[in-house]
């Protein structure tokens, strides 16, 4: 029985490996373009990050003689840049013609106001829809500073000179953080549910074309027919065919690991803090990634019992592929679930088939996991799996599904 | 030697659906019954080619997939060489080869590696499944080709591949539906040629086909299907005489009810 299983698994795997399209999606996609579309996400970031922190803001100011002590510190800082708009209306049109970034309006009589204690607005106008815009921060960095100036002046008037004593005054009860997690879980926590969701989606994806090809494929070609008058019962088929499509979706989601992997290796280096992360990485010790690595193997197996019933179902791998599509969100919907801040692991999520999972590996990469759920959820999945492929392999002797009209 | 024992097989018919919802649920439910096949038993012996004809949707293809043990029978059964197709299918497979006109290639492999894939799928020992392999490509002379892959070879050479296919495993019941469609001249007179020497080699052998000038040239005897029903068992002079029509096109039609008959019926 598995001398026939493996003869068709093997014969299917040289198929696939011939195939340009399986390797575009099982090698390829995880190993060059994913990661090159990162590094140029992650460039184009850091790249935006540091423009808007940087570039020179122009601006109007209205009423910049009521306090030339604002428009002194303006002029001092370079990455600002005065220039002339004749009025408010024209200043707006400006800032959304993106010809100046914002505009200050300062009462009148603005310097006498805060000489006599008193407090007064000036009005910030700029962009509030772009996302990485940083004007509101600069701008109120500038204008703190000037409120300090002028607090520290009235506090000194009532004769308290030191800053100590002043900033006593302000804030007479501070907090000082103590946060107990460490660093790996500080970077599980953030990182880490984006790394399951790569996982899951790539032992989707790195599945879905071998499995229709499998499948529908074989069916639209004519060679299921002929395989099916061979003698070896269609369990047998349908286990050789489930391995192929579960070794493609392991193989393509560990090549996106080694590829994410690399890249973050090159970033890494990039950035001051080499060390700190190298020693968080190092902490994932080989029994962690043997548990996450076990983890793949039931997402995997659901994942190709899966997409192999609805690829044999399917006449066409035309009709598999409009089958295939929607299952994506089968994938994507659990695993997406698992990376919002607010889901975290209990008994209730250990229940949800993919969600567990991302979260079981969110808290691996963490070290905080329970091991209780850990099994609970490794076996429940597996149960799952196992019967998806029995499903499949039900579902593969039905007449009505092999020759469907 | 084949027997085929009162054989049936029925489909549920999708009639008519509604749309949206309802039209749904009613493909989910199914039609009526109707038998594909019916109640149908032949024999065909060692050495014989028996033609099975019928118009479209006679239920020729359903027949034979029952024969090839790709669909269950739902009544009656078939023995090949002795052995029972519902007891044994892995059995019955060992013992037929089955060519359609559909070359049903695997267009990433090569022809060696899909004939030894088969011969593995059979059972067969290396070596000799390595001997039969290399008198099969010498006998269809198919030498020049068998490491290229098969989708690169032209329509002639997949249909030797898919010939070598069949008889892999030296089978002695040969199933062709219809095996010259869609060929040239040439290809097509090398299949005839090459079901006449199944014929010789002592193979039965059946034989579907919509073309009556190969059905004469070929067949000892003939089995006629009409809308699931047996309707006619002999031989060409047989289906001659009873039909009263001297060509095989029109004595063909007189016995499936759609032409002129002086003794059909």
């Known amino acids: 029985m598995r001398a026939k299983i493996l003869i068709v698994y093997l014969k299917e795997i040289k198929e696939i490996l011939r195939d340009r399209r399986t390797l575009v999606f099982m090698v390829i996609m995880p190993t060059v373009l994913v990661p090159l579309l990162m590094n140029l996400l992650i460039s184009f970031m850091i790249k935006s990050e540091k423009k808007a922190e940087t570039e020179v803001l122009a601006f109007a100011v209205f009423g910049a003689d009521n306090l030339p002590k604002l428009s002194e510190e303006f002029a001092k800082n370079e990455n600002f840049r005065q220039v002339d708009v004749s ?17 200050l309006v300062i009462p009148v009589q603005a310097q006498e106001r805060l000489e006599n204690s008193e407090q007064i607005a000036i009005e910030l106008y700029y962009d509030n829809s772009s996302a990485v815009s940083r004007v509101r921060n600069r701008v109120s960095d500038i204008i703190q500073q000037v409120s300090d100036k002028f607090r520290a002046e009235r506090l000194a008037s009532l004769g308290i000179n030191s800053s100590e004593k002043q900033e006593n005054l302000i804030s007479p009860v501070i907090i000082k953080e103590h946060g ?82 690399v890249l973050l290796a090159v970033k890494v280096k990039q950035i001051p803090a080499e060390v700190e992360i190298g020693q968080i990485l190092s902490s994932i010790d080989l029994a962690d990634l043997l548990l996450i690595a076990s983890m793949l193997i039931p997402t995997a197996a659901m994942f190709a019992a899966l997409l192999l019933s609805v690829s044999i179902y399917a006449r066409s791998f035309k009709e598999a592929s409009s089958y295939c599509g929607p299952l994506n969100f089968l994938a994507i919907v659990p695993a997406v679930i698992a990376v919002l801040p607010v889901v975290k692991l209990d008994w209730y999520w250990a229940m949800v088939p993919i969600t567990n999972i991302s979260l079981a590996i969110k808290e691996l990469i963490k070290g905080t996991m329970n091991y209780e759920m850990f099994i609970a959820i490794l076996g429940s999945s597996f149960i799952i799996a196992a019967g998806l492929l029995f499903f499949s392999t039900k579902w593969f002797e039905r007449e009505s599904v092999l020759f469907r009209q | 030697m084949l027997e085929v024992e009162e054989i049936s097989k029925s489909f549920r018919e999708r009639g008519k659906k509604g749309r949206g919802l309802i039209g749904l649920l009613q493909g989910f439910r199914g039609g009526r019954e109707f038998f594909a096949v019916n109640n149908v038993s032949f024999c065909a012996k060692s050495g014989e080619i028996l033609g099975l004809l019928g118009p479209n949707g006679a239920g020729k293809t359903t027949l034979l997939r029952m024969l090839s043990t790709a669909l269950k029978p739902g009544r009656g059964t078939a023995k090949f060489m002795g052995v029972d197709l519902i007891e044994n299918p ?55 080709f068998v490491d290229k892959r098969n989708d690169s070879l032209s329509s002639g050479m997949k249909q030797k591949v898919s010939i070598a296919r069949t008889l892999i495993h030296s089978p002695d019941i040969i199933m062709f539906d219809e095996p010259t469609t869609g060929l040239d001249v040439a290809a097509a007179e090398a299949i005839l040629n090459f079901i006449e020497s199944c014929k010789n080699q002592g193979k039965t052998v059946i034989f579907c086909t919509h073309h009556m000038h190969e059905v004469e040239r070929l067949c000892d005897n003939v089995v006629i299907l009409n809308k699931g029903n047996l309707c006619f068992q002999g031989s060409i002079e047989q289906m001659r005489a009873k039909s009263g029509q001297k060509l095989l096109d029109k004595a063909f039609l007189a016995l499936i009810g759609l032409g002129d008959s002086k003794n059909a019926g």
């Open chain 1, 87 to 103: 009025s408010l209306d024209e200043a707006a049109l400006s800032i959304k013609d993106n010809i100046i970034k914002f505009a």
């Open chain 2, 90 to 144: 892995l059995e019955v497979r060992k013992r037929i080869g089955f060519l359609s006109d559909s070359t049903g290639l695997y267009g990433r492999l090569t022809a060696r590696e899909m004939i030894t894939y088969y011969g593995k799928l059979h059972g067969m020992e290396r070596e000799k499944l390595r001997q039969r392999m290399d008198e099969l490509f010498n006998v269809l002379e198919m030498t020049e």
């Open chain 1, 180 to 261: 107990t997690a460490n660093m790996r879980e500080i970077l599980g926590e953030h990182a880490g549910g984006f790394l399951p969701y790569m996982f899951i989606i790539f032992c989707m994806m790195g599945a879905m074309y071998p499995a229709i090809d499998l499948g529908a494929g074989e069916k639209e070609r004519g060679t299921l027919e002929t395989l099916l008058l061979a003698p070896i019962k269609r369990s047998q088929i349908v286990l050789g065919k489930f391995l192929v499509v579960f070794t493609a979706g392991v193989t393509s989601a560990l090549l996106s690991l080694a590829g994410i992997g």
